[in-house]
């Protein structure tokens, strides 16, 4: 069975400095990893995804995710934090056979933004 | 940017009361999904939808739980008899089709909170 598990369930920073959100997958097949954003009273947006094609996948609002194979690892970065990505992350594994079917989330990340 | 969109954006229901949770997917998207998320925990896939039909449920999805698409718009979900361990965030979403092919991702709504009391 896919499983994720996002390794902070709280991550703080300032504005303008760089962001990191871990994220390690378990996966018996060729997984799809997406990480998706959702700000209070807002539904979920996808912000990026991993499809077997490059590893380092760039996505929007300057976030970007590298696949590692090796370390099982899908972690989300951002170069400079902005206050308006002050929001819970959640990182995602599909079973690449069953495309969007059924999507396995992880328990999520608060990230928090201080001026 | 399309949009799914689901109402009620929160209901409280007396426990034992029946539920409907309705959705509008964007117009051409052919599959349907409705996941839910307990306070505190993950959110977890309930049931996907595809040509009138159920093509996958998790265990969650009991005989309590029932999805219909009654015209060409709405996609809704249906909790028979609620028990207080149904009180979640309800999402909708869809997709245009099922795999990662070109331009296809999925779009979620802003969810639905249901209290039972």
């Known amino acids: 069975a896919q499983s994720v598990t996002q390794l902070d369930s709280h991550v703080s920073v300032s504005e303008g400095t760089p962001v990191l959100l871990r994220c390690n997958y378990s996966s018996s097949y060729s997984p799809s990893l997406f990480w998706y954003v959702q700000h209070p009273n807002k539904g979920l947006q996808l912000l990026l995804k991993?499809?077997?094609?490059?590893?380092l996948v760039k996505g929007i609002n300057g976030f970007e995710a590298e696949f590692k194979k090796s370390e099982t690892s899908f972690h989300l970065t951002k170069p400079s934090a902005h206050m308006s990505d002050a929001a819970e992350y959640f990182c995602v594994v599909s079973d690449g056979d069953t495309g969007f079917q059924k999507l396995v989330f992880g328990t999520g990340t608060r990230l928090l933004v201080s001026p | 940017e399309p949009e799914v969109t689901q109402t009620p954006s929160h209901q409280v229901t007396q426990m034992g009361q029946e539920v409907i949770l309705r959705c509008v997917p964007i117009s051409n998207h052919l599959y349907f999904y409705w996941y839910r998320q307990i306070l505190g925990q993950k959110v977890e896939f309930l049931v996907s939808f595809y040509n009138n039909e159920i093509s996958e449920k998790s265990e969650i999805f009991d005989d309590q739980f029932s999805v219909e698409r009654p015209d060409g718009s709405n996609f809704t979900l249906k909790i028979r008899s609620t028990k207080l361990e149904d009180s979640a965030m309800y999402f909708c979403?869809?997709?245009?089709?099922?795999?990662?092919?070109?331009?296809?991702?999925?779009?979620f709504g802003e969810g639905s909170w249901l209290t039972v009391v």
């Open positions: 991993y499809t077997s094609a490059a590893t």
């Open positions: 979403a869809s997709t245009r089709d099922r795999g990662y092919t070109s331009g296809n991702t999925i779009y």
